[in-house]
């Protein structure tokens, strides 16, 4: 029994409803909703459970009476939506006619047109510096794969030409146009990757909520700009799109407007046949404190819903699942007179007059223009709260037989020709039957109506979109000497290179030339890497300020909220996190702003967390620092299998921007980031740091002189002189390299082996310079051959090679390529699952301590000749390395 049928004194209701009624009717909305309020205020505290809901009936939340009218043309803006419909359906056929298969996708924009047309045609404001009130322009996350819409708009306003039309997914020979958004192929373009689903949402909350922290800072002034989101619905599946909602409604981002096209299907087929995924939506958004906007109707509906006296329209709008929805556009108006309007006589009765065509003609909210504007129009004024509007549309809309309302929508590509006739007259596209198999492009005369109301609007918006700019001012970044503490070493004391971080931080953050450019960035982990001295140093950025007095109010580093806080603490977020440190490093584009963020995190949960974000920085092109801290599968002790890092460098290196080091000692550390700073703040070079550092306490000695070029190059002699007959070279890195040293002493003093040690600051970077000078010498045949850096260190020194680090043997073993002809290379790593116990124990069982590096360099040298196999038996009894030791990779 619904509640409609539970009525048991319909005559009460009927005055209780005429009463709410007639107070809308006489004393607005507001009046109503406080009436309400108070209501159920008392009926509580009676006792009265309420049915608690998020959720209302399947109707536009903006009634029509509120409806912001639409000031254009809509005929001339039907006209122009309609070749862009077109041109992105060549688009897409034209690529996959060609015999390439170059895929493409047609229905999703085909269901989005109206969405985005509404927005460039009256609130997507392109960078001016003449406008007052958003001379940044506005930061528009398109869907990814709708980019042939977008492209064909571009084409219009004659932005993009045919030859680049054609070339759409063609990149290889230039002048092609990427798949989807991607900065990195198309650097004036593309503002933002968004096609891995969930991406784009995440990472436009975070942007809205940096847009208050820099303006806060007082950097960047914040005016009236927006953060525009359009995702699909299928793609609120991610746990990225969703996870991160609640901030935007906790930090009240009133900048932040969500579009998503609820076409009700994904790609193998619908979202929620059983359910409604417009309603879950409303309830999970409205739940986070947004303000929800639905838009389930067209203005087609509207004669029917005013003669709804009843609900029972209503009613059976609420009742249907999208499963059905479906059917009533994939198999049309009869279809659906009998199954919707046919359920209840009442109903049927109400559409009896009306033809098939017009009951088809129906139409959904998302593709009514009015309904769409007067949605954004409520969105971009709406204070306190961020906004999403639920767009109820059709998936392949348009494309009748082809696609439309069918589950295979998704990957249609192609159209025969019946069904490019229906799409071009249902659109009015001037092309003829003739032409018509070739899809050629279309564009009016520059003169005619259209072009000239088209590029009006847009003037009237600032300009073009999108669009992506870059500030190449170059920042004053700080001389070595400005890290000279560091520089000096530590003398005896005793400290960890994450605690050396943290000083090299501060005096960034205190210096008078970019200091307030540093963005701190924690995942709640501050105490973990020692940095709670910032707390009261630079301040905790809270959008309200402190409202309460510090439980640790009083001592010296007491846990300081502030509005204009520099250290943005985002809490257990590891992906959103680095979703802020992502618009802090890109702000030279999109604030005009370079500034330089380092987000500090465990490096555990580091790329293999959020390796998919790391990719997207690599191709947003962003600027900045990322310290993997506490590193290493033996240096972090105690916390075992799922905290002990022995790969993040291997994850890192796969993204070909991201450069990475390991270093020991904290002169080295300052010199990687003050180069760091230099090239990407100084020489505007688009890449990104990727930095290890430990928790072992230990002495740092002084930075060895000239030793500069070998830090940032990847390797440098730490200590050198040795070149006997019985002589090995050592490598390693991290707080390995000092076991490294520890081996070094016991070979000289026990073997009588002397040894050189490279300290290896970053294999990766030797790896990737290898492989650049022998790519060189393949494409230049008989030229002089060049040579690797790490050939060139090793290639006049005595004996074999021994690397060892607290990473995968795979890490280290990329030098093999690269080592000097007759060089013996053995690579000591930590292969297989960490465990928790104690630095020495774990680099027993990892077998990288100081005895593995002697044993190692004593196989080295008996495999050139030089030590006998019983030598080396010895040694291991000495040390007590049983032959039969457990293989840490398989134990
Ligand atoms: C992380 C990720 N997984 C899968 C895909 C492949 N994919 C592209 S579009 C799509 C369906 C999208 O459905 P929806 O979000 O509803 O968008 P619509 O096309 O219906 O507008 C999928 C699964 C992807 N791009 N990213
Ligand atoms: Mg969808």
């Known amino acids: 029994m619904d509640s409609f049928e539970q009525d048991q004194d319909p005559t009460e209701t009927k005055e209780w409803l005429d009463s709410i009624d007639s107070i809308i009717r006489e ?15 008392r009926a509580t505290r009676n006792g009265l459970p309420l049915p608690y809901s998020f959720v209302t009936p399947y109707r536009n939340t903006i009634p029509v009476s509120e409806e912001a009218k639409m000031p254009g043309d809509l005929f001339l803006e039907r006209r122009i939506r309609s070749l862009i419909r077109w041109n992105a359906l060549a688009m897409v056929v034209r690529a996959n006619q060609s015999g390439d ?20 045609n009256y609130f997507f404001r392109a960078p001016n510096k003449t406008s007052e009130k958003c001379p940044l322009g506005d930061l528009i996350y398109y869907q990814g794969h709708i980019s042939p819409g977008i492209y064909a708009r571009s084409f219009l306003e004659g932005r993009l030409d045919k030859k680049q039309l054609e070339n759409f997914r063609r990149e290889v020979d230039g002048e092609g146009l990427s798949s989807y958004p991607h900065p990195r192929l198309m650097p004036d373009y593309w503002q933002f990757p968004t ?178 504007y007067a949605a954004y129009r409520q969105a971009a004024g709406h204070k306190g709260q961020p906004t999403v509007i639920l767009a109820h549309t ?26 490019l006739k229906a799409f071009r007259d249902r659109f009015d596209i001037p092309i003829s039957d003739s032409d018509l198999k070739d899809v050629p492009y279309y564009r009016p005369p520059e003169d005619s109506p259209e072009m000239v109301y088209m590029r009006k609007r847009r003037e009237a918006l600032g300009g073009y979109l999108p669009v992506r700019t870059e500030n190449n001012d170059p920042l004053p970044v700080p ?152 590193a290493g599968r033996t240096t972090l002790n105690g916390e075992g299998l799922q905290h002990q890092d022995g790969h993040s460098h291997i994850l890192a290196n796969t993204i070909p921007n991201c450069i990475t080091y390991d270093p020991t000692f904290a002169f080295e550390l300052a010199v990687i980031i003050q180069d760091g700073l230099r090239r990407m703040y100084q020489e505007n070079e688009r890449v ?84 650049k000078v022998e790519r060189e010498n393949l494409l230049h045949p008989g030229d002089q051959e060049k040579m690797p850096y790490v050939t060139q260190c090793l290639q006049d020194t005595q004996g074999p090679v021994i690397c060892a680090t607290d990473y995968m043997k795979q890490y280290s073993e990329q030098l093999r390529a690269y080592m000097p002809k007759d060089k013996t290379f053995v690579t000591l790593g930590t292969d297989g699952f960490g465990r928790s116990d104690s630095r020495e124990k774990l680099r027993e069982f990892f077998e990288v301590n100081r005895y593995f590096v002697v044993i190692a360099s004593l196989y080295a040298l008996m495999k050139e000749g030089k030590v006998e196999a019983k030598q080396l038996k010895a040694a291991m009894k000495k040390f007590g390395i049983s032959p039969d030791k457990l293989d840490p990779l398989y134990h």
């Open 27 to 41: 004393e607005g909305i507001e009046r109503a909703r406080y009436i309400l309020e108070r209501l159920s205020e």
């Open 101 to 120: 298969d170059l895929g493409g996708h047609i229905s999703s924009f085909a269901s989005s047109a109206t969405l985005y047309d509404v927005g460039f």
């Open 195 to 372: 096609v891995s689903m969930g991406l784009g949402p995440l990472q436009a909350i975070y942007q809205a909520h940096f847009m208050r922290y820099i303006s806060a800072r007082g950097l960047v002034p914040r005016l009236d700009r927006k953060v525009w989101a359009f995702l699909g619905d299928g793609e609120c599946d991610e746990p990225e799109t969703l996870g991160a909602i609640n901030l935007a409604g906790r930090e009240k981002l009133e900048n932040l407007i969500f579009v998503i096209n609820c076409n009700l299907q994904r790609l193998d087929g619908p979202v929620r046949g059983n359910g409604k995924i417009i309603q879950e939506l409303e309830g999970t958004f409205r739940g986070a404190g947004w303000n929800v906007v639905k838009v389930v109707w067209g203005r087609h509906w509207d004669p029917l819903l005013a003669q709804d006296n009843d609900g029972l329209l209503q009613k059976r709008m609420d009742e249907v699942v999208d499963g059905e929805f479906q059917n009533y556009k994939a198999k049309g108006g009869a279809y659906t007179k009998e199954h919707f309007f046919g359920k209840y006589p009442e109903l049927k009765k109400m559409v009896a007059g009306m033809k098939d065509e017009e009951i088809y003609k129906l139409n959904r909210g998302g593709h009514d223009p009015y309904k769409v």
């Open 394 to 419: 059709i998936k392949g809309y348009g494309m009748g037989d082809a696609a439309e309302g069918k589950n295979e929508a998704h990957g249609v590509k192609k159209l025969d020709i019946e069904s």
């Open 479 to 630: 001389q070595l000497e400005t890290f000279k503490a560091q520089l000096e070493g530590t003398g005896e004391r005793e400290i960890s290179s994450t605690m050396a971080f943290v000083r090299i931080l501060t005096a960034l953050v205190k210096d008078k030339a970019m200091g307030d450019r540093v963005v701190p960035i924690v995942p709640d982990e501050a105490r973990t890497f020692g940095m709670e001295g910032l707390f009261r140093q630079v301040g905790i950025y809270s959008s309200e300020g402190q409202k309460y007095e510090p439980v640790d109010f009083g001592q010296m580093m007491y846990y300081k909220e502030e509005k204009e806080g520099r250290i943005m603490e985002e809490g257990i977020n590891e992906a959103g996190a680095f979703s802020a440190w992502l618009s802090a490093a890109t702000s030279y584009s999109t604030y005009d702003e370079a500034m330089v963020p380092f987000y500090i995190f465990y490096s555990m949960f580091g790329f293999q967390r959020v390796g998919d974000l790391s990719w997207a920085a690599g191709d947003c092109q962003a600027q900045g620092f990322l310290i993997g801290a506490t």
């Open 688 to 771: 990104y740091y990727y930095i290890t550092v430990m928790n072992e306490n230990y002495a740092h000695p002084a930075m060895p002189q000239g030793a500069e070029e070998g830090i940032i190059k990847g390797m440098y002699p730490l200590l050198s002189g040795a070149d006997g007959d019985l002589t090995v070279q050592l490598m390693g890195s991290g707080t390995i390299l000092r076991e490294v040293i520890a081996a070094k002493d016991i070979l000289e003093k026990d073997f009588n082996i002397q040894a050189n040690v490279w300290s290896a600051t970053s294999i990766n970077e030797l790896t990737r310079e290898g492989r």
